[in-house]
């Protein structure tokens, strides 16, 4: 059972100040009782719940996918700088909203955010071998022997082993993509720092089989459909 000013607000993406003015106006029924108590608790997975006479539908989690810009902290919140969440939450206003793995601020690309705690720890578990893939600029080109190196899996001077990284050269030796399955701190600049290649620019594009959506412009996010959810975790 929860707060019916909560299940309006999340259902309709208005705030909660606004959902109790529509309960307070008598706009909100449920199973067809109009209720103008703002207490009322409801349970939004067995009653229909539906505003001005029209069915609201309330989800429990939400997934949104977001080309991330550079510039802005892979964080829930910062005091001063702007958030990949303070992005989702112009679109979609829920609390308990959080980025599924972190992505450097110079960093671009796909990012989930969601408020879906075994989902996101799912995605970002090394147990979970799921693939992410990053196109990297790099600051001179790659041999193939350092390819093969990254191939095997390298050592960082701080002794840690990073698993075996898949590397494909793409238009040149100095455009790369990397898929990597775990997500360590700075994984690709560190794991790149071992060759002695520096990195200049980092976009993720894939997080298991779901790819960026390239109709998704820098700083642009949408909601997820239950089929892209399935390509990211099975
Ligand atoms: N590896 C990095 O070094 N940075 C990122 O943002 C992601 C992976």
Redesign the pocket.
């Given at each position: 059972m929860e707060r019916l000013d909560k299940i309006v607000a999340v259902a309709t993406g208005e705030s909660r100040k606004i959902a109790r003015g529509m309960i307070l106006r008598g706009r909100i029924t449920v199973d067809g009782v109009r209720i103008v108590d703002i207490g009322f608790k409801a349970d939004a997975g067995s009653s229909v719940i539906a505003l001005d006479g029209n069915n609201i539908t309330y989800k429990k989690y939400i997934y949104v996918m977001i080309n991330k810009p550079e510039g802005v902290l892979s964080a829930s919140e910062d005091k001063s700088r702007e958030t990949v969440v303070d992005l989702v939450k112009r679109h979609f206003n829920r609390d308990g909203l959080f980025p599924v793995g972190?992505?450097?601020k110079n960093?671009t690309g796909l990012l989930i955010v969601t408020d879906d705690g075994d989902f996101g720890h799912k995605v970002i578990s090394p147990k979970s071998y799921i693939e992410k893939e990053?196109i990297v600029g790099l600051d001179k080109p790659i041999s193939n022997e350092d390819i093969l190196k990254l191939e095997a899996g390298v050592t960082l001077v701080d002794g840690t082993v990073l698993r075996p990284a898949q590397v494909n050269v793409l238009e040149n030796r100095q455009n790369i993509s990397v898929v990597i399955t775990e997500?360590k701190y700075?994984?690709?600049?560190?794991m790149l720092g071992t060759v002695g290649i520096g990195?200049e620019t980092?976009k993720?594009v894939r997080i298991g089989k779901l790819m960026l959506d390239p109709s998704l412009l820098t700083g642009e996010c949408r909601e997820m459909s239950d089929e892209e959810l399935s390509l990211v975790v099975k």
């Open positions: 972190r992505l450097d960093t990053y997500g700075h994984e690709i600049k560190r990195v980092l993720r």
